[in-house]
């Protein structure tokens, strides 16, 4: 599958290619045209493409040299392209250029297909000719794509989602003209990665999606699922980042897109139309326990501080969290056993001054327990909103979700807000949440910490330790709380660098299990040398950008 992507990735990069280069093109089968773009049309005076579908290439370039251009035809057909560019002397009186042209064939992606390119500007300077039109600029073949995606992976239902730039960012246009071209390839890159379906560019800052499913309410859940895109985001281009807001609606396809203009239909009518909403029901249920006890939160110690860096940080965050600008990203677990396919762990961040801050390592948060206890009801709403919705797709999705210690040791309505939750989520699981602190900020109140983590367990949770294993109180920690998992710290991560360090990680992780049988996780496996040295320590769950990316929405990497 990856390389049929690269393939069709590929093709459409030189048909993007001969296209910015002012060339004609067409496919050819067997000798005969199967296809033309309208540049191919008019250099050889055709009106519509039915016109020329079955018709013989040498019927219509009509090569002065017969015989050589046969010879040298049948190899290029035979994968010689090495002999693909040549010049053609045409006896056509159609040709709306001088002799010779200049040919090229190309692979195409079709079987035993070839494409042919002419370059259609003359060489004499000032009289360029260009016969290239308002719609072949917006890459006029896409309807034709997404047509023979859709007779290669045919589904039940299918829908055109359109993500177009909501605003441009101005400063993208101070800079250099190569940083305002990768900017919008960019964008594209982006959007492969966030959704793992076909996608094709309309113009440029507009990309199409395929979106397909085997019913209307899993293609409904799919929709959902994309509207945490639409959020403010970040796009690294030349190692510095810029501002990218998008647009997105989307049209259900009805049957076959018919031509140019039928897909230009369905592009107006995607761009008009908004994204399906969570039913209202949940939203409003969810929304009433955002309430924050605030007679829970006098605590003279724990004032926020007065310095400039940061309380402008707080207050930026705060107004993030107000206007629902906070990140949540999913990261897919890979089960071992192959039992829980569905768990993922939910990080948090925010936009500060055009850079990403982590929630679970910012210390300023500790300093305002109110805005830490807020922020971590809200990412736990917003990521059941996302856990409701795609448990349609998959039943058995699970969430691990990231928290502070705030709210474990100073909101005392806490657990009933967990139980709340995992009654509107409405899970056949018994424990859809786990819910996950650091190891550091537990033991330093140990005997509360189990307090509170026996009271979450009674009202439904389940409870594990991040960046687990790396200090002098670890094993004491793992014998005294009441736990399910652990989550090893990156400095435990890296020891599966080497064979050797990966031996003494499993030492480790042999006397973890001897204390106590947790679910053990390694994360950041961020290269293929991690991933597969993970395989040979006793850790049930590993994750990492090898296997999947954090996104910001949850999908599963399996089924694409």
């Known amino acids: 599958q990856h390389l049929m992507d690269e393939l069709e990735s590929a093709h459409t990069h030189a048909q993007s290619l001969v296209h910015d280069s002012n060339k004609a093109i067409a496919l050819i089968q067997e000798g005969i045209h199967i296809h033309a773009n309208p540049e191919y049309l008019q250099l050889f005076g055709i009106k519509n493409e039915e016109d020329i579908v079955g018709l013989p290439l040498l019927d219509l370039l009509q090569p002065k040299d017969l015989n050589d251009f046969k010879l040298r035809f049948k190899k290029i057909t035979q994968g010689q392209f090495d002999l693909g560019r040549l010049e053609v002397t045409t006896l056509n009186d159609h040709v709306s250029i001088p002799n010779p042209l200049k040919i090229e064939f190309l692979p195409a992606t079709d079987e035993d297909a070839l494409q042919i390119t002419i370059d259609i500007e003359t060489s004499e300077p000032g009289n360029i000719t260009s016969v290239a039109t308002e719609k072949s600029i917006q890459k006029p073949n896409i309807y034709q794509q997404i047509n023979r995606t859709i007779t290669k992976q045919p589904s ?8 177009s730039l909501a605003a441009f960012p101005e400063n993208i246009f101070e800079t250099n003209w190569v940083t305002s071209k990768n900017y919008f390839s960019q964008i594209k890159e982006f959007l492969k990665e966030q959704t793992h379906v076909p996608l094709f560019k309309v113009s440029p800052g507009i990309v199409t999606g395929l979106f397909q499913a085997e019913s209307q309410a899993k293609l409904e859940s799919k929709l959902i699922g994309l509207s945490s895109l639409t959020k403010p985001q970040l796009l690294t281009v030349n190692q510095s980042s810029y501002p990218l807001n998008l647009r997105i609606g989307y049209v259900i396809l009805d049957g076959e897109i018919r031509d140019e203009s039928h897909f230009e239909q369905f592009v107006s009518s995607a761009y008009n139309t908004a994204l399906p909403q969570n039913a209202p029901t949940a939203e409003l249920e969810l929304k009433t326990h955002l309430d924050i006890p605030t007679l829970e939160l006098h605590h003279p110690e724990m004032k926020p501080s007065n310095s400039l860096p940061e309380s402008s940080l707080i207050k930026a965050l705060e107004q993030s969290l107000d206007r629902g600008e906070i990140h949540l990203k999913y990261q897919q677990l890979y089960d071992k056993q192959d039992a829980n396919l569905y768990t993922y762990e939910v990080t948090s961040g925010f936009i500060f001054e055009n ?36 448990i349609t797709q998959y039943p058995e999705a699970k969430l691990i979700v990231n928290l502070n210690k705030e709210v474990l040791f100073h909101d005392r309505t806490f657990p009933e807000f967990i139980s709340k939750l995992i009654t509107i989520v409405r899970s056949k699981l018994t424990h859809p949440l786990i819910l996950q602190f650091s190891e550091e900020d537990l033991t330093q109140n140990i005997s509360d910490a189990q307090k509170h983590i026996t009271q979450l367990r009674q009202f439904g949770a389940e409870v594990s330790l991040r960046d687990f294993g790396n200090s002098i109180y670890s094993e004491s920690a793992l014998r005294q709380l009441d736990i399910n998992g652990l989550t090893l710290h990156h400095t435990l991560t890296t020891m599966l660098n080497t064979e050797q360090s990966t031996q003494e990680l499993q030492e480790k992780i042999k006397i973890f299990h001897e204390i106590k049988p947790v679910e053990i996780m390694l994360r950041e496996l961020n290269d293929m040398t991690l991933f597969a040295n993970a395989w040979n320590v006793d850790a049930r769950f590993i994750q990492g950008d090898y296997f999947q990316k954090k996104l910001d929405h949850l999908i599963d990497v399996q089924d694409q």
């Open 156 to 163: 039940h239902i299918n829908a055109l989602v359109l993500f």
């Open 355 to 390: 850079s990403w801050k982590d929630l679970s390592s910012l210390r300023e948060l500790a300093e305002d327990p109110e805005l830490s206890i807020k922020l971590d009801r809200w990412i736990l709403v917003e990521s059941c909103k996302q856990l409701h919705n795609f």
